[in-house]
Nanobody, 123 residues
Framework: QVQLVESGGGLVQAGGSLRLSCAASGSIFSFNDMDWYRQAPGNQRELVAQITRGGTTNYADSVKGRFTISKDNAKNTLYLQMNSLRPEDTAVYYC?????????????????WGQGTQVTVSS
């Protein structure tokens, strides 16, 4: 199973920027999609951004126009560029990688999670 390690979190003032990285222990090319999630205290984990194998991206409405997800297959790394940060972006950010395969005619998908990186935005 692939290991995912996030980095790049920290403390930043509102309006600032951070770039998160998620390094995979193996090739990321075969993943069906890779995602960034976040979880704030007392809240459920929510999907922030997704990038498919083909490079199609999707974003939560709350981050559209501010966050950009990208990946570098050669470096086996997923990124999240976060601009115009707001206090409500404060959370632990997790990366997730999903691989799907057909077994017995049925598609089965399995996801792997990183350990998370803390992002704190001060007002």
């Amino acid at each position: 199973q692939v290991q995912l390690v996030e980095s790049g979190g920290g403390l930043v003032q509102a309006g600032g920027s951070l770039r998160l990285s998620c390094a995979a222990s193996g090739s990321i090319f075969s993943f069906n999609d890779m995602d960034w999630y976040r979880q704030a205290p007392g809240n459920q984990r929510e999907l922030v951004a997704q990038i498919t194998r083909g490079g199609t991206t999707n974003y939560a409405d709350s981050v559209k126009g501010r966050f950009t997800i990208s990946k570098d297959n050669a470096k086996n790394t997923l990124y999240l560029q976060m601009n115009s940060l707001r206090p409500e972006d404060t959370a632990v950010y997790y990366c997730r990688a999903t691989r799907c395969m057909v077994v017995g005619g049925q598609e089965i998908c399995r996801g792997s999670w990183g350990q998370g990186t803390q992002v704190t935005v001060s007002s």
